[in-house]
């Protein structure tokens, strides 16, 4: 499989993605907690840029003892991204949708040279 250069270590800073062409469509390669992680950017909703929307920590319900509802919180050791089209969340670390943990998209492992970062797809 070919490796596709993505970027310098050093011009990744922590929170930052780039997506990078490849002959079979895109991919988008996060920089998380100093790891990388790399996923098709394509919806599983509607093909959407699914890598291109913004990125949250875990949204997480705050419930009561007594199960009544308290307000949210969020949750910084998970961090999502959100596809742009419609909202589809999916979880960094694994690529799977948050909402229907069936769907999930496609992974790719990433590889360090040096300073420098690859996408193998």
Known sequence: ??????AKQSQLADGDRRIVKTARGEIGVFRHAGAFYAYDNKCVHSGGP?????????????IAEDRTYQGQTFDESEMHFVCPWHGYEYDMK????????R???KS????????DVFVIA
């Open 50 to 62: 699914a890598c291109e929307g913004v990125t949250i920590p875990k949204v997480v319900d705050i």
């Open 108 to 115: 790719y492992e990433v590889v360090q040279r040096g300073d």
């Open 103 to 105: 769907l999930k998209l």
């Open 1 to 6: 499989m070919p490796e596709i250069f993505v």
């Open 94 to 101: 694994t690529g799977v949708c948050v909402g229907d943990r």
